[in-house]
């Protein structure tokens, strides 16, 4: 169904972690997300960001996505994600497998720039080429287009003065006036970023570590722990020339489990003696136990007994669905280290709801009927810091935010966790996290944790997937995480697939590539190729 969206962008801006500290060696500050790139600690005189397209404060109060030239929409017009799409293509095609060490990582800024991090200016030129002028004016033609014939939404474009509706003239001259592209010049490859993280995530907990995320925005890796001896354990195990690359908070809250307190995703997940527990994140196939269920994290799952457990649609009794008891041994139905379960439909009951792939836009409670239709996964050029995402939570509802890390650590989740800036309460655990255009809904992930008010940890989608055995559900599936060659089964020539790729004897291309990256890193290694043997093995990859 058709529904209009308004946005909330106080939310979107607020990127970075408030109240902590991160220490270096020389206790230096974790830099906030601001309008001027001044604030990090190296020199950045070569940065082109230019602010072409800020149109006033009044439109970010009215709290809309700003397009350029006093006018913006109700609706994310995926522009950057779009150009980076050409970037990541052209990165595949002449570099392979291994990432040139002149590139960074990319982010979207809070005017939904895309910003191309590069180490050295001879980089610019290169990228430049690949993002040319032609390229930019075809990519936002084909958004502007996409805007006017969106019939998945109710898109209304507005001035920024007025907050009247504009024009489709003002359209056209907001998309002539945006900038899309800027280049920001940094110390650290993303090779580097990657290979400092791996680093510490293989010594999460021997170092003591609470927290580990890559920020490509902020062009470092960020590690929590809770003593001055863990952090100097820490900084020890950190070559030198990575140093400057890693911030340390000392202390800082834990992640705490969203859960405590709708079947569509969003739906709420009850149970019979002690209420709320958590939220669906979306329906799903377990290909390797036959059975439709939903997906959501394990905390939801297990903390109460399982065998009374249902999931309520609205406040309608006669819509409850029960579901079936799990065992936390059952590789099919759960992954402790990324505190991701599925749980199957009971088939006791007369009330089916295998192939809906809907999620709920308004609280379970409300017994509300609007509702977004998923229509796959998101692609690894959106898979961006920066890219706005939607959250739904039985406690705190529809939400905007942006995501903040594409790479993260926590308690619960020991792998295959991102960082959103959305604001999660008990009751939304397990709620679904997803990327929201003029002419798709693609999920992401699913919310699992927090560690302030605007730091919310969650599960990657690609990951869940493959390590429970999933499918989406309809008309929503793309393509089985893990199934490189695309013969329906995930199985050791998947793993050679990857590993021919790896080895420069394979060239994978569209949606083999994205069933390839099996932990959502962006990249593909030797490390996916394992996690696919793993599994076929009868082992868990996480």
């Known amino acids: 169904m058709k529904k209009t969206i308004s946005i909330l962008l ?30 990090n600690s190296y020199n950045e005189s070569n940065d082109e960001t230019q602010r072409t397209d800020l149109v006033g404060e009044n439109a970010i109060r009215q709290g809309n996505f700003i397009v350029a030239d006093g006018v913006y929409l109700d609706i994310y017009d995926g522009l950057a994600n779009e150009v980076n799409a050409v970037l990541d293509d052209y990165l595949r095609e002449t570099y392979g497998m291994i990432l040139p060490d002149n590139y960074a990582g990319v982010y979207i800024d809070e005017y939904l720039n895309l910003i191309v991090c590069v ?3 001879h980089a610019k030129t290169e990228y430049r080429e690949v993002l040319s002028d032609t390229v930019i004016a075809e990519k936002k033609q084909e958004a502007m287009q996409s805007i006017k014939a969106s019939d998945h939404h109710d898109v209304v474009v507005r001035s920024a003065d007025t907050g009247e509706v504009a024009s489709q003239t003002a359209l056209e001259n907001a998309y002539e006036a945006k900038q899309v592209v800027s280049y920001r ?3 650290f490859s993303l090779n580097e970023l990657n290979a400092l993280y791996d680093l510490l995530a293989d010594q999460f907990e021997e170092l003591g570590m609470f927290q580990l995320a890559r920020y490509e925005q902020f062009n470092c890796v960020t590690a929590s722990v809770d003593t001055d001896e863990q952090r100097a354990a820490v900084l020890i195990a950190v070559p030198e020339k ?16 969203a859960a405590t307190e709708d079947i569509e995703g969003g739906n709420r997940i009850l149970n019979n003696t002690s209420g709320g527990v958590g939220t669906v994140g979306f329906n799903a196939y377990n290909y ?46 759960v992954c402790v280290a990324l505190d991701a379960a599925f749980d199957p439909f009971n088939n006791t009951t007369s009330v089916t709801w295998a192939t809906s792939n809907k999620l709920r836009t308004q609280y379970g409670k409300d017994n509300g009927s609007s509702y977004c239709t998923v229509t796959g ?45 959305h604001y999660v309460q008990p009751g939304d655990s397990g709620g679904p996290i997803f990327y929201c255009t003029a002419s798709n809904d693609l999920l992401a992930g699913i919310t699992c944790a927090k560690s302030s008010d605007y730091v ?40 050679t697939w990857v590993t021919q790729a790896v080895n420069g004897t394979r060239t994978l291309t569209g949606n083999q590539w994205e069933a390839a990256d099996v932990d959502m890193s962006k990249t593909i290694t030797s490390a996916d190729a394992t996690k696919i043997t793993t599994k076929v093995n009868g082992g868990n990859p996480w």
């Open 185 to 187: 010049t940094v110390p």
């Open 377 to 421: 996964i998101i692609a690894n050029s959106s898979f961006v810091v920066g890219t706005p995402v939607t959250k739904i939570g039985y406690t705190t509802n529809w939400q905007y935010g942006t995501i903040t890390s594409t790479s993260s650590t926590a308690g619960s989740v020991a792998g295959g966790g991102f960082q959103t800036n």
């Open 456 to 495: 919310t940890w969650a599960v990657k989608i690609k990951p869940l997937m493959f390590a429970l055995s999933l499918d989406l559900v309809g008309s929503a599936k793309q393509y089985r995480v893990g199934d490189v060659n695309g013969d329906g089964v995930v199985n050791a020539t998947d793993a």
């Open 10 to 39: 106080t939310l979107i801006l607020i990127m970075g972690l408030a109240g902590t500290t991160f220490a270096a060696n020389a206790n230096s500050m974790m830099p906030p997300v601001t309008n001027d790139f001044a604030v």
């Open 119 to 121: 180490t050295d200016n």
């Open 242 to 257: 990575w140093q400057e690359a890693l911030k340390v908070e000392v202390g800082g809250k834990h992640p705490t489990l």
């Open 288 to 333: 390797a136990t036959a059975k439709y269920g939903v997906a959501t994290c394990n905390h939801v799952t297990g903390l109460t007994d399982k065998s009374s457990k249902w999931i309520q649609y609205g406040s309608r009794a006669n819509l409850q669905i029960p579901l079936n008891n799990h065992s936390v041994t059952n590789k099919n139905n």
